[in-house]
């Protein structure tokens, strides 16, 4: 077994920090986080925002200061927003699909050639032929689609 | 010459200015009309219209936010200010994005009209010599792209209803159209911007982008092509407006200025 380093401690730190509307899924699994270093105490972290405007950033990046200023030895934080590489869904890990599903969100698919093709399986009972109901759901980065199988409305993450 | 950090870019006086000014005609478009279709909520003839909004106004005031940012980066001040306190002389929006969005048609004809002409704006804006640009506007492009995916079938389906609908469509395109060309001026410092490699093309190369874009829609809503739209009589990128800004911004600033510890 290879040795625990700092780096990972400082992971599992973030691991502990949730989508504020996700309480399950932490921003690693969601795959904002692009990078993190530390030097001497002084600890920098990267997020990649999965929509620029999207209002739970100032939440997430005050729960990144408040648990990694709570390890030993962490004088300072720096979170820091980058744009580069973009955010994109399919970066939300194999665990972060799985716990999307639990809450009841299909996770997102790949973009078809045809932009409305964009319909997930559902999170329910697994059916593929849905359509699109909503573009738009109750976050920027959620629609809302209905599945003919077991006839429900069912929230996916956009691809994007 | 490419420029990494708001430092390199503000080592030449003359590319910061041109940097400055095409920052603030983004932030200030995407500004006012995500502050318009908030005006929507609760309002939209039907749900899914109304749930749509609300999370295109979220991204239009996203994005602004974070061309605000770039502009503090350089020195301005902070977003929250420049968003609030700033007079309607010293903003850069196109005029017709300022104006009340009148009836469904109206807002459905504005915003298509706009998502398209900043489609190929941000598009010659992901090579921008100015890095921080470029990246922002390569992840705002995956945003937008769900806006026109929503707005541009409503443009056509009322189109081809026919009747009060159709009437409707064309009324508003024959009123939006004085103005529409206000979009694509790119005020005083379009040539540096140029020169600097801020933007790939000037304004005229902008219409005929745009006007590549729009057609095709126009054709699929059985809609005749009006032309390009003419030089429009105030420039908003050159800080002219109407007393439709001034409104706007009071009703927009009225939390904060009524109460200026207020926090939301
Ligand atoms: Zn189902």
């Not at chain 1, 899924?25 to 795959?31: A, F, R, T, V």
């Not at chain 1, 994109?88 to 799985?98: A, H, M, N, V």
């Not at chain 2, 005749?224 to 990128?237: E, Q």
């Amino acid at each position: 077994m290879r040795k625990a380093t700092r780096g990972d401690a400082l992971m599992e730190v973030l691991q502990a920090v949730k989508d504020p509307e996700i309480p399950d899924l932490s921003i690693l699994e969601l795959g904002m986080v692009n990078r993190v270093t530390e030097d001497g105490g002084e600890v920098k972290v990267e997020l990649m925002p999965t929509f620029v405007g999207c209002p739970a950033l100032d939440l997430i990046s005050r729960d990144v200061r408040e648990n990694l200023f709570r390890q030993e030895g962490v004088k300072e934080v720096e979170v820091k927003f980058v744009m580069d590489p973009p955010w994109t869904s399919d970066r939300i890990t194999p665990e972060g699909r799985e716990k999307l599903k639990g809450f009841g969100i299909a996770p997102p698919r790949d973009r078809g050639a045809d932009p409305m093709d964009i319909v997930p399986e559902c999170p329910y009972c697994g059916a593929g032929e849905g359509e699109v109901h909503n573009l738009f759901g109750p976050t920027a980065c959620r629609s809302i689609f209905y599945c003919k199988n077991c006839r429900q409305p069912f929230e996916g993450m956009k691809p994007v | 010459m490419i420029m990494e950090t708001a430092d390199q870019a503000a080592q030449n006086p003359g590319c910061r200015r041109a940097l400055a000014e095409l920052l603030y005609q983004l932030a200030d478009d995407e500004l006012c009309l995500g502050h318009r279709d908030s005006e929507w909520l609760g309002l939209a003839p039907d749900i899914e219209g109304d749930v749509a909004f609300s999370s295109i106004a979220q991204d239009e005031v996203g994005h602004a936010v974070f061309y605000l940012g770039l502009l503090h980066e350089l020195g301005e001040e902070s977003p929250d200010r420049l968003a609030f306190f700033r007079k309607a002389e010293e903003r850069k929006n196109a005029v017709l994005l300022e104006q009340p969005n009148g009836d469904w048609a109206r807002t459905m004809v504005r915003h298509v009209l706009y998502d398209a002409f900043d489609d190929v704006r941000t598009e010659a804006l992901v090579n921008s010599s100015y890095r921080p640009l470029a990246r922002g506007v390569a992840k705002i492009r995956r945003e937008e792209h769900y806006h026109l995916l929503q707005l541009k079938p409503w443009f056509i389906r009322l189109a081809r209803a026919g009747g009060e609908a159709r009437k409707r469509v064309e009324r508003a395109v024959g009123e939006v159209w004085s103005e529409a060309g206000g979009f694509f001026s790119l005020g005083d410092e379009e040539e540096e911007m140029i020169r600097s490699g801020l933007i790939a093309c000037g304004s005229e190369e902008l219409a005929r982008r745009w006007e590549m874009r729009v057609k095709p829609v126009f054709d699929e809503a059985g809609l005749t092509w009006p032309g390009l739209p003419p030089a429009p009589g105030k420039d908003g990128r050159r800080g002219e407006h109407t007393e439709d800004l001034t409104e706007l911004i009071r009703t927009m600033s009225e939390v904060v200025v009524t109460d200026s510890a207020a926090r939301w």
